[in-house]
């Protein structure tokens, strides 16, 4: 795995700036304590302006259902 943590930086923030406890800090996953910091990164969902433009792109056709 190439990316790396700043542990300090991280324990910094968890235990100083939310007010952790050390038990509290390590019992949460990464993605816990990035929304505890207020990060909202992740993926975004689609816009209606998406949806269509794929439907625009892959129009449905009659008979081509398949049981999979």
Do not use: H, I, N
């Not at 235990?15 to 207020?38: H, I, K, N, S």
């Amino acid at each position: 795995m190439s990316a790396r943590f700043d542990w300090p930086a991280l324990m910094r923030a968890g235990m100083q700036g939310l007010g952790l406890r050390p038990a509290e800090f390590w019992a949460l996953t990464p993605a816990e304590l990035r929304l505890m910091l207020g990060e909202r990164g992740g993926v975004r969902p689609m816009a209606r302006d998406g949806l269509e433009a794929l439907l625009r792109a892959f129009p449905d056709k009659q008979g081509e259902m398949s049981d999979g």
